[in-house]
């Protein structure tokens, strides 16, 4: 996806994201303050996943990450596959792709810490298997 394709896409969630806070706000004849509050909110989380998931997305097609050193001999790993995997972000949760390595060398395969697909994984993944927790986010990384 390039950008203008990524923009037209965020475009078109960000619109869906107004029309449904258009359409509460019609439904609902006389909202209290905690009632607005809690749409837009709910709404603008809802729309930070989105862009979340976009730009993670993107990043595999921008910046192909190259696999990890194998533990026994040190050549690089081949992704063989990914996993789906829960991970608690300052967005909320997300699923995200994590990938699983392989050293035909050696017959081994890891799950490397803290990694996803997109090479974002070690900046959203707080330790080597937790999925909880406020992610990371490492400049150098993203």
């Given at each position: ?27 609902h004849?006389?909202?209290?303050l905690?009632?607005i ?16 998931y ?19 001999c040190?050549?690089e790993?081949?992704?063989k ?5 829960q ?18 060398r050696c ?36």
């Amino acid at each position: 996806m390039n950008r203008e394709e990524m923009k037209k896409e965020m475009m078109a969630q960000a619109e869906a994201s107004i029309d449904r806070l258009i359409e509460w706000e019609r439904s609902h004849e006389r909202p209290n303050l905690t009632a607005i509050e809690t749409i837009v909110l709910e709404v603008g989380k809802e729309f930070e996943k989105q862009m979340a998931y976009a730009v993670i997305e993107r990043q595999e097609e921008v910046r192909p990450v190259p696999g990890p050193a194998c533990p026994e001999c040190g050549k690089e790993m081949w992704k063989k596959d990914s996993h789906p995997r829960q991970v608690t972000t300052l967005v909320g949760e997300l699923e995200i792709e994590r990938s699983y390595y392989h050293c035909a060398r050696c017959k081994t395969g890891i799950f490397p810490p803290g990694q996803s697909v997109g090479g974002v994984g070690q900046a959203l993944v707080r330790g080597d298997s937790q999925a909880s927790g406020l992610a990371e986010w490492d400049d150098e990384q993203l």
